[in-house]
């Protein structure tokens, strides 16, 4: 992950952690079964062999993996806490969770932070990232350019988005500065 971000209680981001798993078996993409506490041990690990920033999204067990980060982050005083980058874009109904929404407006955008940072130890929750982009220009200016007021408001300290393609990246960055990018690679998937 590239971030151009300047965090308070770090230096950089260099190490961080992918929160997919602790989604367990509700997560969409699979990991399957979890153990919460091991989970939670081992986010607060993670922290105490340096790594700075954490990742996760709604998606990862339709809000246990933020859960779970979010209860593990509250056992770690507020300044020894990494950074969270999370996304952002994608809704669900309960009733049908394999059925995802794009929606990226104003209104549901500013709704997520607001309603993510309330509990204290969500506070690292500061870098939000597109998870996914609508295809209409004027609905990607309109919440690219929320993105931005969250930034001046003072509700998150970075915004970013991941699985951009270039040209989604290029229309983001003539609207705003792309703060930080997720590209859609891994050592476990190596396709171009």
């Keep these: 992950m590239f971030v151009d971000a ?21 997560r969409l993409m699979g990991w399957g079964p979890q153990n919460d506490a091991e989970s939670v041990g081992a986010i607060q690990r993670a922290v105490e062999l340096g790594i700075n920033w954490i990742d996760t999204a709604p998606l990862y067990g339709l809000g246990h993996s933020e859960s779970l980060i979010g209860d593990a982050l509250s056992r770690i005083p ?10 952002c874009g994608v809704l669900w109904d309960e009733s049908k969770p394999s059925e995802l929404q794009p929606v990226l407006t104003p209104a549901t955008l500013r709704t997520r932070m607001r309603s993510l940072i ?16 609508p295809l209409d220009d004027t609905r990607l200016k309109e919440a690219w350019d929320e993105m931005g ?13 991941s699985n951009f393609s270039t040209a989604l990246l290029n229309r983001c960055e ?11 690679r891994s050592i476990i998937a190596h396709t171009p």
């Design 149 to 161: 007021t969250l930034v001046e408001d003072g509700l998150v300290r970075a915004v970013g988005v």
């Design 78 to 87: 507020p300044r020894e806490r990494p950074m969270v980058f999370t996304k």
């Design 174 to 184: 003539s609207v705003r500065h792309i703060d930080s990018l997720q590209p859609p």
């Design 118 to 133: 309330t509990p204290p130890q969500n506070r690292s929750y500061r870098s939000p990232q597109v998870h996914t982009a």
């Design 6 to 26: 300047h965090p308070s209680s770090r230096d950089e981001w260099s190490l961080g952690l992918g929160g997919g798993v602790f989604g367990g078996h509700r």
